[in-house]
Every structure is written in C-alpha cells, then in structure tokens.
C-alpha cells in the first residue's frame, strides 16, 4: 500500500526520473472541505462551535511546474516552481508569495543532484513516507512535527538516491551582513528502506538574526520507522525532539513528540487511516515566562475513497486533549485552531473534495 504523496514527489525533485527527456509538467491539487469544531476561541472565555467551508484537508491547494533537460552525458537541469492559494478565498498563501511553497533551480547526474533556491527542509522531506497522513492539512500536527521552518529560503541542498537509500543535506544563507550563522539554517536527514522496513532519521537547525553578538537557536531531530505488515496494512511510528531558545508566546521551548499509526487498505478505492500523537511538552513560553502545560494527545481518522486516479472524497475527524486541535496553540503564530480559555478539549469532523491534476 502506498502512502498519499502527492506533491511530495516534486519537492524530493521527482524531475530526476524524467533524466532522459526534456520537458516542463503542470500539476496540483485542489482540495476543499466543509469542517464542523467545537470549543473555538470567541468573544468570551466559554467555547464556540463553528462551521467553515476550508481549502485543504487531505493537501493543501496548490500548482506548480517543474521540469528538466537533458544536458548529455547522463546530466541534467532541473527546477521545480510550486504555488500554494485558499481554494475557499482565491488568495495566495505563505504570507501572499507568488512561489512560496517552493522555488529551486538545480543540477544532476545520476543519483546526484544539488538544487538552489526556497525548498523544504531536510527533516521535512525525510520524515515525509513516516508521516501518519502524508502531511495533511486537516488533522496532522505538521508544524509541531517539523517546525514552522519546514521550508527555508536561500537554500543550498545537495540530494542522493541510491534506490533504498535516500539522503540529503542542506544550508539556508542567514544573508546578515556581518555574520554567517545569524538567520541561517542546516540540516541532514535519510531514509533507508529494505524489504518491507523502512527506517529515517533526520536533524533541522535554525538560528534567529544575530544581535547584540549572540543569536538564538531552534534544533529538531526526529526518527522513524515504517513496516509494511501486509499488502494493505501499514505501520508507522516516530519520535521528534525539540529545544526551541527562540522565545515566543504560546511556543513549545522543549518537548517531545511521539506518534503512531496504521493505514489500511480496505479495498480497491477505500483507504482507513489511524493515528495518535503525544507531545510531552517540558517547557512552553508564555506572555509572563515559562510554564509546564498539561500534555497534549490526538486522535485522528481519515476514510478517503477515490472515485478515480486522480479524484477523491473524504471524511477526517480528530480529537484533541489539552490543547487546540493539532497542538497548534503551542505553536506561536499559527492560529488555524484556537482553543477556548475555558476548554479542556477539541474536536474537529470535516467531509471533502480533493481532485490531482
């Protein structure tokens, strides 16, 4: 059974595998749902239901071009340009960039590339086939997962596939005059997979604008592991450290991220998805300093059926304790789910439309 990837193949620089031609593709997704939550942040302490009509649920919405030429010689040229916008409002997304969700030009040869420009983060990628819902808009804690650097501009990265064995590593420019760590950011990660087992470790490092002569730190590492039990039966489970010096209200300072999860292939066009995440959040930064937090978990469920290749219908729900759904409240800035003052808990139920072209 395949993991629900799409998309992820251009950001892993899939031009690689059309090396013997030269040519440009389109592609995308549109994806849209109707979500129903409770206990949302409102105009008092006590919790709000709401319903919302969102772009994004399985993927979120975007199109892209990438492509590559032949240079001869088993060279090649390579760039990917990948644009995320709010199916519900028409608008761009990643702050209104035009190309924010990836912009890189590169080269390569055989298993060998290098690509320059705005791209994911080694730990993003590598982590990407242990992700419990290929990192789904609705309902996975994707920021909490891999950071909300998960793509760096000014990015240096080099690529290796070996067939079962994936690697890279990377080096964002900080572009401070006067220092070279100050804004910038590194990482490396791999995947090995042999027979049905497939194991990944990877480690992302960001640095806050030097000032004062000092600068501040944020480092993730993270480890997984992924077996296929039977054709259709695939586990998942992984581990995500993280030590946050970057100080920001409503942001995880040290934690611990566990999670687990099955994907069941039902049949021909069903698919059943189960997960559970735990976050042992240590230390958390507040308006007033530093707390310990009751420790958050989540439950999702995902049915997605395909209607065909390239369209399906799903229905995602989750259930979050102690904190907003998809911890995001313990995520500074991000704010798609807020959680009531007064609120213990969360629950989330969305029915959706996602088409791949």
């Given at each position: 059974?395949?993991?629900?990837?799409?998309?992820?193949?251009?950001?892993?620089?899939?031009?690689?595998?059309?090396?013997?031609?030269?040519?440009?593709?389109?592609?995308g997704?549109?994806?849209?749902?109707?979500?129903?939550?409770?206990?949302?942040?409102?105009?008092?302490?006590?919790?709000?239901?709401?319903?919302?009509?969102?772009?994004?649920?399985?993927?979120p919405?975007?199109?892209?071009?990438?492509?590559?030429?032949?240079?001869?010689?088993g060279?090649?040229?390579?760039?990917a340009?990948?644009s995320?916008?709010?199916?519900?409002?028409?608008?761009?997304?990643q702050?209104?960039?035009?190309?924010?969700?990836?912009?890189?030009?590169?080269?390569?040869?055989?298993?060998?590339?290098?690509?320059?420009?705005?791209?994911?983060?080694?730990?993003?990628?590598?982590?990407?086939n242990?992700?419990?819902?290929?990192?789904?808009?609705?309902?996975?804690?994707?920021?909490?997962?891999?950071?909300?650097?998960?793509?760096?501009?000014?990015?240096?990265?080099?690529?290796?596939?070996?067939?079962?064995?994936?690697?890279?590593?990377?080096?964002?420019?900080?572009?401070?005059?006067?220092?070279?760590?100050?804004?910038?950011?590194?990482?490396?990660?791999?995947?090995?997979?042999?027979?049905?087992?497939?194991?990944?470790?990877?480690?992302?490092?960001?640095?806050?604008?030097?000032?004062?002569?000092?600068?501040s730190?944020?480092?993730?590492?993270?480890?997984?592991?992924?077996?296929?039990?039977?054709?259709?039966?695939?586990?998942?489970?992984?581990?995500?450290?993280?030590?946050?010096?970057?100080?920001?209200?409503?942001?995880?300072?040290?934690?611990?991220?566990?999670?687990?999860?099955?994907?069941?292939?039902?049949?021909?066009?069903?698919?059943?998805?189960?997960?559970?995440?735990?976050?042992?959040?240590?230390?958390?930064?507040?308006?007033?300093?530093?707390?310990?937090?009751?420790?958050?978990?989540?439950?999702?469920?995902i049915?997605?059926?395909?209607?065909?290749?390239?369209?399906?219908?799903?229905?995602?729900?989750?259930?979050?304790?102690?904190a907003?759904?998809?911890?995001?409240?313990?995520?500074?800035?991000?704010?798609?789910?807020?959680?009531?003052?007064?609120?213990?808990?969360?629950?989330?139920?969305?029915?959706?439309?996602?088409?791949?072209?």
């Open positions: 059974m395949k993991t629900r990837l799409f998309g992820l193949a251009c950001a892993l620089a899939s031009a690689a595998a059309a090396a013997q031609t030269s040519g440009v593709t389109l592609y997704v549109v994806d849209a749902n109707v979500e129903y939550t409770n206990h949302n942040l409102g105009s008092g302490s006590g919790g709000q239901s709401r319903v919302a009509l969102n772009s994004g649920g399985l993927s919405s975007r199109w892209g071009l990438r492509g590559t030429e032949d240079l001869g010689g060279k090649r040229a390579i760039f340009l990948e995320g916008f709010s199916l519900d409002t028409g608008s761009s997304t702050g209104g960039r035009l190309f924010g969700r990836q912009a890189w030009v590169g080269l390569g040869a055989g298993g060998h590339q290098v690509t320059l420009g705005r791209q994911y983060t080694s730990l993003f990628l590598m982590m990407a242990y992700s419990p819902t290929a990192y789904a808009t609705t309902y996975e804690p994707v920021v909490g997962i891999a950071g909300a650097n998960l793509r760096e501009d000014n990015m240096v990265k080099y690529h290796l596939d070996l067939g079962p064995l994936a690697a890279e590593m990377h080096w964002s420019f900080g572009e401070q005059p006067g220092t070279v760590q100050g804004s910038a950011g590194y990482g490396a990660g791999f995947d090995y997979r042999i027979g049905q087992l497939g194991i990944a470790g990877a480690y992302d490092s960001i640095n806050s604008a030097k000032t004062a002569g000092n600068f730190r944020t480092q993730k590492a993270a480890v997984g592991l992924r077996y296929q039990i039977t054709p259709d039966l695939l586990m998942q489970a992984a581990y995500r450290y993280n030590n946050n010096g970057i100080v920001a209200t409503n942001t995880a300072a040290r934690d611990d991220m566990w999670w687990f999860a099955l994907n069941y292939q039902a049949s021909g066009a069903l698919q059943l998805t189960g997960a559970f995440y735990y976050d042992n959040v240590k230390r958390l930064y507040t308006a007033t300093g530093v707390t310990s937090p009751r420790k958050p978990w989540q439950v999702t469920l049915a997605d059926y395909s209607l065909s290749k390239r369209t399906d219908v799903y229905l995602s729900t989750a259930y979050t304790k102690n907003a759904l998809n911890f995001e409240n313990l995520n500074g800035a991000i704010a798609a789910y807020q959680i009531a003052p007064n609120e213990k808990d969360q629950l989330g139920v969305a029915v959706g439309l996602r088409h791949k072209f």
